[in-house]
């Protein structure tokens, strides 16, 4: 997993999650209250729910509570690896937000930390999870 958490607030602006991704070479950053996750933010979720907002977009300033996704997916950081892994590709998610026991947030767990430092075959199959569940919800 990744650790320390880079995570914004709900107050933190589009502008700077967006910078903060930026800095630290991430595209995903949990968003907290009092050090418990209330959900997450993508570049995806930039893209989509601000820059290309249906009727308008929202500007740089506004804050990310608008845009987040609230349903963040945690696993436990005594979980095991393959565990997670199904989970990513159960939830089709390529990012879970690592947690301790006491819910508080300690890190991320992406496909790529499972291919590099796991196994490349595991990450290999819930990335082909994720993307068969993607393929079969895709209008025709």
Not at 72 to 80: E, S
Not at 99 to 121: K, Q
Request: charged share 25%; with cysteine; proline share 5%.
């Amino acid at each position: 997993m990744s650790s320390p958490v880079i995570s914004a607030t709900p107050e933190t602006t589009i502008r700077e999650a967006a910078e903060r991704m930026r800095e630290n070479d991430v595209g995903a950053l949990p968003v907290l209250q009092l050090g418990r996750p209330i959900g997450i933010v993508t570049d995806r979720d930039i893209v989509i729910r601000a820059l290309a907002a249906p009727g308008f977009a929202l500007g740089p300033d506004t804050s990310i509570g608008d845009i987040l996704t609230r349903n963040v997916i945690t696993c436990f950081v005594d979980q095991d690896a393959s565990e997670a892994a199904a989970l990513m590709g159960e939830e089709r998610v390529r990012r879970l937000l690592v947690i301790d026991r006491s819910g508080t947030a300690v890190g991320i767990l992406s496909v790529g930390d499972i291919a590099e430092h796991v196994s490349e075959e595991l990450a290999g199959q819930a990335l082909g999870e994720i993307s068969e569940a993607r393929a079969r919800d895709m209008p025709n």
